[in-house]
């Protein structure tokens, strides 16, 4: 995929619908207690990984354009087949959680990249509960072996603050024989809870999370768009030099936004407007800024986990140094996100220098074109695209692999170029 510069960006973006939403609501439909419509759904690799999921546990889903409708299976089916969870780490884990309800055995397995990703991480938690385990490397990797049912509560205090970790815990908590605790330090993306707490099933006290056993309802839920599809646009519209975008109809859950926060001390010039909801969603306008170099603390990393290496393309167009700490999980995303952002700004000139749980870069570098590899990682193809637009241009191996997320990013990307 080349991608060429442009003089001007200008425009308005609706971005795609949250990934991490989609992938629960079809979850949260497969075992609710009758049928159920999602609006907005995400159709991307991943979230149809999800769709072939419930459908392979005895879920009826019908895609009917704007919306889709799921009936629900009166009690989850064994699936026939190991089934295949592709690139996404989201249907893998949270699904692993959704299986540990029912004593039956399933068979999980992915490819590549996601055959490396780490799974002890959700075994541990749902092993808590009760549920049994078998795979490559004492259960840590992909393909991983299930047989649930019959959980017993448990008070589990998680090492990391991962979504994927937590919602896996909650889906299979639901079916325990009594209350369950998840504690969780820093606080990760609250999609799961937020939706959950409608019907009581969940209840927050500090970083203590209640899981209720119980049914979800049949429900109605339309999804907001993705702040982490959409923060490719944003951060283009305030490095490049002669921008002024608006993005419409945006998720702006604050578990998710933690970007927006380090825009703005950066000198970034937004402006917001928010509706609140269960989730929060509004539109934001972003236009070019001059950008002074930042300091990222551990802490605000969950909130901005996926967004992380946009952070590194700000410092390369921001006065001084932009450091970033606390980040290690990066390298166990869809590719080692830390070593491929060093490897993609290095060779488009920037001064970057990868650090064990981050980077540092030293701007202002005028960046320039490059041929670089996406590393099979959607994030990364976006990033690199990004930069191509405010250098002189890029060309980027593997580029389609967009689609895991954002399937029409070339063509938005191209529908704001002047
Ligand atoms: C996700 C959570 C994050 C994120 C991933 C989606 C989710 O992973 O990186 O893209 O939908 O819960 P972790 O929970 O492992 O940090």
Redesign the pocket.
């Known amino acids: 995929m080349k991608i060429s510069s442009s003089s001007k960006i200008r425009g308005q973006i609706v971005p795609p619908p949250d990934?991490?939403?989609s992938?629960?609501m079809l979850l949260f439909s497969s075992i609710s207690t009758g049928k159920c419509t999602v609006h907005n759904l995400l159709r991307s690799e991943d979230t149809l990984r999800t769709m072939n999921f419930i459908k392979s546990i005895g879920a009826f889903v019908k895609d009917e354009g704007e919306r889709i409708v799921i009936i629900p299976p009166v009690k989850l089916q064994e699936p026939s087949f190991p089934i295949d969870c592709g690139n996404s780490?989201?249907t893998s884990?949270?699904g692993m959680g959704l299986l540990a309800r029912e004593n039956f055995f399933s068979v999980l397995y992915g490819d590549e990249s996601l055959s490396k990703r780490p799974m002890k991480?959700v075994v541990k938690p749902l092993s808590a509960l009760g549920a049994k385990f078998d795979g490559r490397n004492n259960a840590s990797n992909l393909p991983l072996s299930i047989r649930g049912g019959n959980l017993h509560s448990t008070r589990y205090v998680s090492e990391?603050?991962?979504?994927?970790?937590?919602?896996a815990f909650i889906f299979a908590a639901l079916s325990a024989e009594g209350e369950s605790i998840y504690v969780e330090n820093v606080q990760?993306?609250d999609?799961?809870e937020k939706f959950l707490s409608q019907f009581d099933l969940i209840k927050k006290d500090g970083n203590e999370l209640k899981i209720i056993p119980g049914d979800i309802p049949a429900f109605t839920f339309e999804v907001v768009g993705d702040f982490?599809s959409a923060a490719f646009f944003l951060v283009l519209s305030i490095i490049h030099s002669n921008a002024r975008l608006k993005i419409n109809r945006v998720g702006l859950n604050p578990t998710r936004t933690g970007l927006l926060k380090v825009l703005k001390r950066m000198g970034g010039n937004i402006e917001i407007e928010k509706e609140e909801g269960v989730e929060p969603v509004g539109n934001i306008v972003a236009e070019s800024s001059e950008l002074k170099g930042t300091e990222v603390l551990p802490e605000e990393i969950?909130s901005m986990?996926?967004e992380v290496p946009l952070i590194a393309l700000l410092g390369a167009f921001a006065e001084g140094e932009t450091v970033v700490h606390g980040a290690s999980?990066l390298r166990?995303?869809?590719s080692d996100r830390i070593e491929a952002t060093v490897n993609i700004l290095k060779k488009m000139g920037a001064n970057i220098e990868g650090l064990e749980d981050g980077f540092r870069v030293r701007g202002k570098t005028p960046l320039h074109g490059a041929k670089v590899k996406s590393f099979g990682d959607h994030r990364m193809a976006m990033l690199a695209s990004i930069a191509g637009v405010c250098s002189d241009g890029v060309e980027i191996e593997d580029a389609e692999c967009v689609s895991i997320?954002y399937p029409a990013f070339f063509s938005d990307l191209k529908g704001v170029m002047e």
């Open positions: 990934k991490s939403i992938h629960r780490g989201t884990r949270i991480r990391l603050s991962s979504a994927q970790v937590k919602s990760s993306r999609h799961t982490s969950p986990v996926d999980e166990k995303k869809e997320s």
